[in-house]
């Protein structure tokens, strides 16, 4: 164990002098002890040179001072890892900020880890059934994925969360992580008591970096969310749920940080390491011979800029693109998942088989054509157009409605049951809508239904 002192403090930087032939490694945890009992843990980052050593704190530096003893420990940061973190909330270093004692750890890993090797990986994971329609049919997840959620506030990014750590936890006995990156403390907080009254809680671990913590801590989250979803998937064998909200401000954080340190900034004034940053973090996201990791990212787009390179650099790893969309929330369809603007690149013959891949492919072209004939109609009404557009728009429509779903977590506000539909029950479903088996029901039977059956059965019902 190396001693040093601190000898400059500037924000949460911190120049620490060790001794030349006995300097700490890079990325080494170090510990910083002031007189009045306070401790704050802090990452190598940088070597000045002649044993000065660059550090970032993990938490504010107000209250040290200059000449403070500094204890290198040997290694990294480390995190518990296992079953204990189960409905617990953690920060950073996996310290418990939920007021319900100590975690009981199975082990404690290093945050900081190499990607499974190539040899490893697994490339035929097949798919993730959630259990939700829109999901399934038209942007497949595929095992291992990386998929990118877009939504502002209000269009229920929250809600399709819940529901996809529900169905992994149910149907699938899988867990889930959510790494809270800068994320508001108000918002954290919403999302922990939310999580407890729908019942996902204790199958979902959560670590926090709040936007009012140093930068190091937000740069260091994802790492630690995902080592914990690592060991679910080595050492428990399962398929995980990984969701990190926000990514851009990982990189912001990264961006914070690289200034700092006094690196020269890149375009648009963001580090010059962010290819090699995002890459750390997104590489260790995978499928092995043990299980899969599954990630879901909320990306925030800078003034709605897709060439930004802060979206630009995470849409080269994204596997999917879920849309939410407030004109879909217009229409009182939920999950508001547009079904245009989202894509998949799991959604092809080879991955999900010919007869997926044509029903998904119809229900678009579908959609597609009735948002062109949506102007027409605005103006003319639907008197004037062709009989053959006409029931396309009346499928389309059913189609829109049809693509609700009543979710398990909302079923005490919706007034409707949830319900989880299967891959096999969703094609059935939208194959019989598109053959015209179902030409003669209303389009709002339709709505909040799980599968074709329940439709049948409503409107059954409706006529006796």
């Not at 082990?107 to 990986?121: C, D, G, N, V």
């Not at 008591?193 to 740069?219: H, L």
């Not at 428990?236 to 969701?243: A, E, I, Y």
């Not at 079904?339 to 959609?367: C, F, K």
Request: negative net charge; proline residues 5%.
């Amino acid at each position: 164990m190396a001693i040093g002192e601190v000898v400059q403090i500037i924000g949460p930087v911190v120049d620490v002098r060790f001794p030349a032939k006995d300097t700490p490694d890079i990325g080494e945890k170090v510990d910083i002890h002031s007189a009045s009992g306070m401790s704050v843990s802090a990452e190598v980052m940088q070597d000045r040179g002649q044993g000065l050593m660059r550090c970032v704190a993990f938490k504010p530096t107000e209250g040290l001072s200059r000449g403070l003893t500094v204890f290198s420990t040997g290694a990294g940061v480390t995190v518990p890892v296992g079953r204990g973190l189960l409905g617990r909330m953690c920060d950073l270093e996996g310290t418990p900020i939920d007021d319900k004692g100590p975690i009981e750890a199975d082990e404690y890993w290093p945050i900081h880890r190499e990607p499974p090797k190539l040899s490893e990986l697994r490339a035929d994971a097949g798919i993730l059934e959630t259990g939700i329609k829109v999901l399934d049919l038209l942007l497949p997840y595929s095992k291992g994925g990386k998929v990118g959620l877009f939504g502002g506030a209000g269009v229920g990014k929250t809600v399709l969360i819940l529901e996809l750590i529900r169905n992994i936890a149910v149907e699938h006995d899988g867990f889930s992580v959510f790494t809270g990156v800068g994320e508001r403390s108000r918002e954290g907080n919403d999302l922990w008591q939310e999580m407890n009254e729908s019942g996902v809680i204790d199958k979902t671990a959560i670590v926090f970096g709040q936007m009012n913590e140093p930068s190091g801590t937000r740069m260091r989250v994802p790492l630690t969310g995902l080592t914990m979803a690592e060991y679910f998937r080595d050492a428990m064998s399962r398929d995980v749920l990984l969701f990190i909200d926000n990514i851009f401000r990982y990189i912001q954080a990264g961006s914070e940080v690289s200034a700092l340190l006094g690196r020269m900034p890149s375009a648009v004034g963001y580090q010059p390491t962010l290819n090699n940053e995002m890459g750390e973090l997104q590489e260790r996201i995978a499928s092995n011979k043990n299980g899969s990791i599954t990630s879901i990212q909320a990306v925030y787009v800078p003034a709605d800029d897709l060439t930004d390179p802060a979206p630009a650099t995470t849409f080269a790893h994204l596997d999917a693109v879920t849309v939410l969309s407030r004109k879909i929330v217009e229409l009182g369809i939920y999950p508001a998942v547009d079904p245009l603007e989202s894509s998949s690149r799991s959604l092809s013959v080879d991955v999900v088989g010919e007869r997926h891949y044509n029903v998904a492919r119809e229900v678009q072209r579908t959609l597609e054509h009735y948002r062109e004939l949506q102007d027409i109609i605005a103006i003319l009404g639907m008197e004037e157009i062709e009989e053959s557009d006409r029931l396309t728009v009346e499928r389309a429509r059913k189609i829109q409605r049809f693509l609700s779903q009543p979710f398990y977590v909302m079923q005490e506000t919706s007034g409707f049951p949830g319900r989880y539909v299967s891959l096999e029950e969703t094609i059935k479903g939208f194959e019989i809508i598109l053959g015209g088996e179902a030409d003669k029901i209303p389009e709002q039977v339709f709505f909040m239904k799980g599968s074709i059956d329940d439709v049948f059965g409503a409107y059954k019902s409706e006529k006796v």
